[in-house]
Nanobody
């Protein structure tokens, strides 16, 4: 399985921005890969993901504010988060799967079998 290490989390005021990075141990060019988050007392939810064919999918709550991208040469996945709100506070995880995941299912956590340890994002009002 691919090893994933997230970084870039931190504390920011509402309206601010953060960029998360996820460094992979192997090339991610053929992986379905994405970002998930889990807030205290809530289930883990999909935020944004990229399929093996480059298809992207965003949660409605982040559409237009977050941008997912990857640099295959650096084996790194990114999540640019803009216009952050306190509702975005959560632990953010990177996840990957060698299997092709169709677009509508990209944000389902159970489709992924490799997970990072997570990075905390805290947004204050």
């Amino acid at each position: 399985q691919v090893q994933l290490v997230e970084s870039g989390g931190g504390s920011v005021q509402a309206g601010g921005s953060l960029r998360l990075s996820c460094a992979a141990s192997v090339s991610i060019s053929t992986y379905s890969i994405g970002w998930f988050r889990q807030a205290p007392g809530k289930e883990r939810e999909g935020v944004a993901a990229i399929a093996t064919d480059g298809t992207t999918n965003y949660a409605d709550s982040v559409q237009g504010r977050f941008i997912i991208s990857k640099d295959n040469s650096k084996k790194t996945l990114y999540l640019q988060m803009n216009s952050l709100s306190p509702e975005d506070t959560a632990v953010y995880y990177c996840a990957a799967s060698q299997l092709w995941i169709p677009g509508p299912l990209l944000l389902a956590p159970n489709g992924y079998n490799s997970w990072g340890q997570g990075t905390q994002v805290t947004v204050s009002s």
